[in-house]
Each structure stands twice: as structure tokens, then as C-alpha cells.
């Protein structure tokens, strides 16, 4: 237990680490938030064309209004978490590289459907945007984390450890 706590904290001081790196910023973490925000235009103008996206932005050029994917926001501060206790979980490499690619795809598309409710419930009632964007996307993120991982560790075969 205590290896995988050290190698969990570990792995995430290392992770946030690198994705605070200005090169890393500019060269990963803004071209892919700008890429999710053409992503969640893409799947709102199949049922609505009153989207748009500049860069990290999603729009609605009638209305006007706009949410922004901030750090925090893109879902890579949740894969890192992830991704750690994958890295730190005693298994072999196979299943833990399932388990990023599976993980990394099940956090991204929550984050798709938290970024698009939020387009919308903030053109409806900006209350009812602010608790949803401050307090129950990021209880729902984190517990979409938490049972990633726990279904994950239920199908990964931990090899015998010596503690």
C-alpha cells in the first residue's frame, strides 16, 4: 500500500510538473483544449447551428454567449490523477496501458458532455450554470475518475507484491 501511495504521488507531482512546462503548455495542453472546443462545436451543430469555436472557446454567435475551457477544464488535470493510480497500480504494462487509453477516453467524453451542458445551462439561468461549473461537474469528474479506476483494478490481475 504504501508502494502504491508513493509511486501515485509521485507519478502526479511528475505529471503536473510537466504539463506546467510553457513548452508543454504552448505545444500540448492549448492545442488541445482548442481541439475540445471544436469537438463539443461539432457535436452541438448536429441538433443546433447557433455554435461556434475560437480557440478555446464555445460560442453562440446569436446569443452571444460563450464558455471558455480553462485549465481545470479540459479534463487533463483528471486523466493526470488517473493516470497515476493506473501507473502506481501493481500490474502488468499491458493492462496498464488499457487502462490509460480506456481511462483517457471515459474522462475525455464526460468532459465533452460537462463542457456542452454547460454551453447551454449557462444560456438558460446563470445559478443554475454556477453550481453545476463550480460544484457538481467537479464532484462528477472526480467520481468518473474514481470508478474508472475501480473498474479498471477489477479487471487488471495484480502480480504478487512484496510489501
Excluded at 471544436?38 to 447557433?50: I, P, Q, Y
Excluded at 501493481?90 to 471515459?106: E, Q
Aim: overall charge neutral.
Amino acid at each position: 500500500m504504501l508502494r502504491f501511495f508513493l509511486i501515485f504521488l509521485g507519478s502526479q507531482l511528475l505529471l503536473f510538473g510537466v504539463e506546467l512546462m510553457q513548452p508543454v503548455q504552448q505545444h500540448v495542453v492549448l492545442p488541445w483544449t482548442a481541439f475540445l472546443a471544436k469537438l463539443c462545436v461539432m457535436l452541438v451543430t448536429l441538433f443546433d447551428a447557433n455554435a461556434a469555436a475560437m480557440g478555446k472557446v464555445l460560442w453562440n454567435p446569436t446569443t452571444g454567449f460563450g464558455v471558455s475551457i480553462e485549465p481545470g477544464c479540459n479534463g487533463i488535470e483528471a486523466c493526470i490523477v488517473l493516470f497515476a493510480a493506473v501507473v502506481a497500480f501493481p500490474t502488468d504494462w499491458w493492462h496498464k496501458v488499457w487502462g490509460l487509453l480506456l481511462g483517457f477516453l471515459a474522462v475525455q467524453g464526460l468532459n465533452v458532455v460537462r463542457v456542452i451542458s454547460l454551453f447551454y445551462l449557462g444560456q438558460w439561468n446563470d445559478t443554475a450554470f454556477r453550481v453545476a461549473h463550480e460544484y457538481l461537474w467537479q464532484g462528477l469528474i472526480m467520481l468518473d475518475v474514481l470508478i474508472v479506476w475501480l473498474l479498471w483494478v477489477r479487471r487488471a490481475s495484480p502480480r504478487a507484491v512484496a510489501a
